[in-house]
C-alpha cells in the first residue's frame, strides 16, 4: 500500500523535530518572542477586549516545537496545541519547560481536528496548510471547532512556489545568494533537511503552486466566515533580519477571519 502524504510528513518532521525546535528555541530566547506576543495578543484582545485572558481557549494547530503556544500560555491564555507528529509534540513540551502542565498538548491531524463543534474562541496556526493535502477541510475543520464569533488566524507563505515557477527560482536563489554575501546562515540547507523528501511532499499537495493569500480568501468565502482579511506584510513585523533575507521572495502572510 503506497504510504499517505501524511505519514510521508510525520517521517520528515520527525527527522526535523530536533533541529526545528532549536530555531523555535531561537525564537524564544529573542526579540521574535515579543514581536509575536504583541502581534498575536493584540488581535485577540481586539476581538475579546473585555475578557480575561485565562477564559479565552485557544487552539494552535500544527504547533511543531510549541512556539506559539508557549508565549501564549505565558501570557496567561487557555491553551490547547496539537500536531501529528510526536516527535514534534515532544520538543514542543520540552520548550514549554514549567508550563507544559498548563498547556494540553494532542497528538491529532490538524485536517480533521476530533474536537467537539464550538470549542474554542481562537484558532491559530503558522506555516502549516501550505503542506496539507487537504487544505480547504483543515479551514472547514478550523471553523467547525471555533464558537460562533471565534477568530481564526492563520500565518503562512508561498513556500516552494520555486518548484514551479522558474521566475519563482530566480528569486529563490538570489535570496541564497544575499544569505552567503551577508554572512548569515541558510535556514533552507540546515543538515537535517532532506530537499528531496519535502519535494516529494510538495509535489502531493495542492498549495505548493497555488496563488496565495487569495486562495485561502476565496476558500473562507466559500466557508462563509465572516470579516476576512488578508495581511501581506505581517512579515514586517514579526520576523527576524536574517528572516528577511532567507525568505525575501517568499513573505509571511496572515490571514484573519471571524466566525459568524
Known sequence: MEETVLKKAEKYWTRRAAGYSKVNQEELNGSQRMKWLRKLDGRIRQQYPDQNRADIRILDVGTGPGFFAVILAEAGYDVTAVDYTPAMLDQAKANAGALADRIRFLRMDGQDLEFPDNTFDVVISRNLTWGLEHPKRAYASWKRVLK??????????????????????EAYERDRDAVREQGMEDYNTAPDIDEAAMEEIVRAVPLGKIRRPQWDRKILKELDMGEIKADTEVWKDVWSPAEQVNFASTPLFMVAAVKE
Open 148 to 169: 460562533p464569533g471565534g477568530l481564526l488566524l492563520n500565518f503562512d507563505a508561498n513556500w516552494y512556489h520555486h518548484l514551479y515557477d522558474a521566475q519563482k527560482r
